[in-house]
C-alpha cells in the first residue's frame, strides 16, 4: 500500500523550492486607544476578582489582590442603639459564645492530669466561679461603658470587657474539660452587675473607673486564693488563673491612671459582701 504524498517542486539538484513565506498583517492602532482598551480590560478583570468568592490562585493572586481600604467607622449610635448592642452583649455572655481578643488559652498547650474525683468537683466548682466572675464582669463593664461620658473612658471600658470575654471563653472550656456546668444563676447576677456598672457611670467617669480598680482588686485577692486550693500538678487550671490575674492587675492600673477615684470605705465593704454571698452560692448552684 503506497501514501500519496503531497508534490513539492524541485530545483535541478533535486533539492525542494523553498517556497516565501506570505508577509505578516501588522495591525497599529493609535496609542489613546490601546490604553483606553488595555485600562477597560484591567477594570472588568478587576471588578471579576473582587465580586463573589477571593480565589487562592498562585499565579495571579500576588498581582492581581485588590487594594485594602482602611475605614473609620465615625457613625453616632443612638441610645436605642446603645441598648441593642448591650442586648446583644448579654446574650452572647450568657447562652453564646462572646467575641475574644487574639490571644490564645494559656491551657491548650499543657496536657490534663489526673485528678481524684473529689480534687475535680473543687476545681471545677471553683472555674464555675471564676466563670460567673467573668459573667459579671463583663455586665458590670457594659453597664458602665452604657453610661460613662467621655468617649475615652467609653473605650477603655470596652477594650477591658473583650479581654475579660478571653476570660470567660478560658473559664468556660476549663469546665468542660472537668465535665462540669455554668451557673444556673449567671443572668441573674449579670442583671445585678450591669445595674451596678450602669450607676457607677451615671455617678460620673471617675467614680466608674475607681468601681472597677477596686473591683479588679477584690478580684486578684479572689484568684489567689483559688490558687492556694487548686492542686499544684493541675496545671492547666492554674495556667488559666495565673493569666488572669495578670490581666485583672493591668486593668486596675488602667482604670487609676485614667483618673479612677477611691471608693468610700462602705461602698467596699458592700461590694466585698456581695462578692462573698455569690462565690458561696455558685460553688452550688
Known amino acids: 500500500m503506497t501514501i500519496d504524498q503531497p508534490l513539492t517542486p524541485e ?89 475574644t481578643t487574639e490571644r490564645t488559652n494559656p491551657a491548650a498547650p499543657l496536657p490534663e492530669t489526673e485528678l481524684r474525683e473529689d480534687q475535680r468537683k473543687h476545681v471545677a466548682r471553683l472555674m464555675r466561679i471564676n466563670h460567673t466572675g467573668e459573667v459579671c464582669a463583663q455586665a458590670l463593664y457594659q453597664g458602665q461603658a452604657l453610661t460613662a461620658k467621655l468617649p475615652e473612658t467609653r473605650q477603655r471600658m470596652e477594650r477591658s470587657a473583650e479581654e475579660e470575654n478571653d476570660h470567660l471563653a478560658w473559664c468556660e472550656t476549663r469546665l468542660e474539660e472537668l465535665g462540669d456546668r455554668k451557673s444556673l444563676l449567671n443572668p441573674l447576677w449579670y442583671a445585678g452587675a450591669f445595674a451596678m456598672g450602669a450607676a457607677t457611670g451615671l455617678a460620673g467617669d471617675k467614680w466608674s473607673l475607681g468601681f472597677v ?73
Do not use: C
Open 11 to 99: 530545483r535541478g539538484d533535486g533539492h525542494p523550492i523553498a517556497r516565501p513565506r506570505p508577509a505578516q498583517r501588522v495591525e497599529t492602532r493609535d496609542p489613546a486607544t490601546q490604553n483606553a482598551e488595555d485600562w477597560n480590560l484591567s477594570e472588568r478583570f478587576s471588578r471579576a476578582r473582587t465580586i463573589g468568592a477571593p480565589r487562592n490562585d498562585s499565579h495571579t493572586h500576588e498581582a492581581f489582590a485588590p487594594m485594602s481600604i482602611q475605614t473609620t467607622n465615625t457613625r453616632r449610635y443612638s441610645p436605642l442603639d446603645d441598648v441593642l448592642i448591650s442586648a446583644d452583649h448579654a446574650l452572647r455572655t450568657l447562652f453564646g459564645r462572646p467575641q
Open 213 to 285: 480598680v477596686e473591683t479588679e482588686h477584690q478580684v486578684e485577692s479572689h484568684l489567689n486564693t483559688h490558687l492556694e486550693q487548686i492542686p499544684t500538678h493541675d496545671e492547666k487550671s492554674r495556667a488559666i488563673l495565673e493569666q488572669m490575674k495578670v490581666d485583672e492587675i493591668k486593668h486596675a492600673q488602667i482604670a487609676k491612671s485614667a483618673g479612677g477615684a477611691d471608693l468610700p470605705s462602705p461602698i467596699r465593704f458592700a461590694m466585698k459582701l456581695t462578692s462573698r454571698i455569690m462565690t458561696r452560692t455558685v460553688y452550688w448552684v
